[in-house]
Structures are given as C-alpha cells and as structure tokens.
C-alpha cells in the first residue's frame, strides 16, 4: 500500500485548494463549528454545495450510467478531507447514505426521483435510525409501519435527527414485521419532512448545536417510497453506517486541533519559561502527533480496502472511527491540560487562550465518540468481526 499521494492526486488538491480560495466565505466556512461544520443548514451552505455539484465532485465515485464519474473513491476522500479542513460543508449523506444505497437496490421510480437531485445539490436528507430506547443499536427500532392500502402508516418517535428541521427528505427505517428476530424486521423509507404527520422538537447538545426528536402521528408513505427489500432495512443501514463513520469523522479537523495546540505551545510563556521547553508538555505532544500519524494510515487503509473490495470494510471503518474520535478527544483533553484554568472559557471570548477553541473542541469530542455509533459499540464491532471473539465474552 502506498501511503504518499500520486502526482494526479496532488493534482486533484491544488485544484480544490483553489476552489476552495475563490469561493471563500465566513458564513460557509467555519472551523469553529467543529464536527457540525459539515451540515447543508443554511441556505449560503446550500449554494455552496451547487458550486461543488457545478464541478462534477459530488459524482466522483458513482457509476456513469447513474450521472456519475466512475472514478476511484481516493478522490471522494481527499475533496472531504480539504472541505473539512476549512470547516466547509462536506459531501456526506446524500451522495453516500442515500446515492449509494438507492443505487444498489434502490426501484427505478426514486433512482430517477432523488439521484439527479443528489447529484446537483437540490436535495437534503435527514437520517432517522435513532430512538429514545435503540440509540447505538439500530435493530432495536421500534418505529412502527403498518400495512395500509397501497403503503404505510408510520407511528413513533425518532431521537438525535440533526439534519430535520432543515431536511427535504427523511431517510428512515420503521419495524414492518413485529413478529420477526429484530434484525430481519426492519425496511427502509424515504418521507417528505413537510408531512403533517410529522411533529419536529429540538434538542440542544453540549456544543450548543440543534438535533431534534421527530413524532410519527399516521404519516402515510406509499410503497414505491420503501427502499430496497422488505425487512432488509438493516442489512442496508449496517453498510451505510461504515461509510458514516468514516466521512463524519474526517482527520483533517483532528489535525487541525492537533496545530493549534501546538502552536499554542510554541509561543506561549509561563512563569517566565517557554511551554515548548517544559519535558512534560513535549512528550505529550510528540506522543499526540504519532497518535495523528497512525489515524492518517488507518484512513488510508479504509479507502484502500473499499476500493479492492465489492464489500464495504467494516473492520477498518469502525477501527478508523474508534481511534480517531478517541485521539480527537485526547487532544481537547491535553489542550484543556496544557492550557488551564483559561482554556474552560467560552468560544469566541476575546481575552480567552486559543480564542476558546479550547472548550468547545472539548464539548464536541464527546459528541463524536457516540455520534456514528458509541466507541463501545465499535469495539464490539472489532471484537466480533475482527478478533473473532464470542458474542458474549
């Protein structure tokens, strides 16, 4: 495996670094966001987004014969990995969630619905798997659909939807067969978020970002809107969930924290020392740069083994994910560490060290070691698929 870019991927940066300084704007590129950064919720981030359709890059990886370049997945992660870098909007959900698994088994009538959409940015999805009593464990949905007529009516709760008060679709899985083992129960839907069945409340995280929880009062979908096979749902949402933790979590705004910090070490003096000096403070820096190094081949080894595999690679997604939102989370640690009492002092405090980046990359770490799945989800994950250890050890 070769882990340095090629000439032709070099190529592929500078163009989108230029892109990415023509079109620059503080109301669509924001680091400070964090994680969040990567969502379509304003309507500056949705034009955005056209710029990007306007270039082909939503495409890259999809087959001609659906719109798309049939190009090599590598390029599809160095383009997020420089759009979250700059804290701008990344392709995410429609092309990967959604485009791809509509490609695979989606019918004919929302291939030629949703597909041209997706491709130029017309088009946001919400993503409905969580519930107040199935958070990580997806197949224990309780989301209920019921027969009727020539569709469905769905009844219950969704938690944790970040993208609905925003959203033109909803991507939502609903048990449809009460009596089956929970895995083979599940099937996969596609609702208008205008419905009025549909009641949204927000809900607030820790960083101050709105999620929301979504009621089902009699929402009607008709059956050309269920995706795929009947009771399927969750063999198609356990592959989309390895792509999600993949492209949620992009290394380059790890990496960025991992800058700041040092650079915050580097010209910082206490007690009439240097921070850069002190032995303590340089071996926990040199220990978070390897750690940075080693999620940067874990990524690399991700797209390498779904680009030489017709399966998605489980293992490797959930091992890139656990590593690098547990390193995210051990650099807001040692960043709160390093710089103390100030670093607790709120974002954008304008006498606050690091300008408060400190305690909001702190807030939102945590967000993203459950977001995806929990880290103790993927290590179950590992242990299973990977280590092949029993179910219950």
Request: glycine residues 8%; negative net charge.
């Amino acid at each position: 495996m070769d882990f340095e870019f090629s000439e032709q991927e070099r190529e592929f940066l500078r163009e989108v670094d230029q892109f990415l300084v023509e079109n620059y704007d503080p109301n669509v590129m924001d680091v400070t966001r964090e994680n969040m950064a990567q969502v379509c919720d304003t309507p500056e981030r949705r034009a955005f987004m056209k710029k990007l359709a306007a270039r082909g890059w939503l495409g890259i990886t999809w087959p001609k014969d659906c719109g798309g370049q049939d190009g090599a997945g590598f390029y599809e992660y160095l383009l997020n990995e420089k759009l979250s870098s700059v804290g701008a909007p990344q392709i995410g959900k429609g092309v990967g969630i959604i485009g791809k698994t509509l490609i695979k088994v989606g019918n004919d009538k929302l291939k030629a619905e949703f597909l041209p959409k997706i491709l130029d940015a017309s088009v946001e999805f919400a993503v409905g798997y969580s519930e107040p009593s199935a958070g990580s464990d997806a197949a224990a949905m309780r989301l209920k659909a019921e027969r009727k007529d020539d569709g469905w009516l769905l009844n219950g709760q969704k938690v944790f939807t970040t993208s609905a008060h925003f959203a033109d679709w909803y991507w939502v899985g609903a048990r449809t067969d009460p009596n089956a083992r929970k895995h083979n129960a599940i099937s996969l839907f596609l609702v208008r978020m205008d419905d009025p069945g549909l009641t949204i409340h927000p809900m607030y995280t820790m960083g101050n970002e709105r999620t929301n929880a979504v009621f089902f009062d009699n929402v009607f979908v008709h059956d050309d809107y269920r995706v795929g096979e009947l009771n399927k749902g969750f063999q198609y949402i356990a592959e989309a969930l390895d792509i999600e933790r993949f492209t949620m979590f992009t290394l380059s705004p790890i990496r960025g924290r991992m800058e700041l910090l040092c650079d915050y070490v580097r010209d910082t003096v206490r007690d009439g020392k240097p921070l850069r000096e002190d032995p303590i403070i340089r071996q926990r820096i040199a220990q978070l740069a390897t750690e940075c190094e080693v999620a940067r081949v874990l990524s690399i080894k991700f797209v390498d083994a779904a680009l030489n595999s017709d399966k998605t690679p489980t293992n490797e997604a959930s091992q890139y994910k656990l590593y690098a939102t547990e390193l995210s989370r051990r650099i807001a640690d040692a960043t709160m560490d390093i710089v103390g009492p100030g670093g607790q002092l709120a974002l954008g405090t304008e006498d606050a060290p690091l300008r408060g980046r400190g305690e909001s990359c702190y807030t939102y770490t945590v967000i993203d070691t459950i977001g995806g799945g929990s880290s103790e989800v993927q290590k179950n994950i590992i242990a299973k698929r990977k280590l092949d250890l029993p179910k219950n050890f």
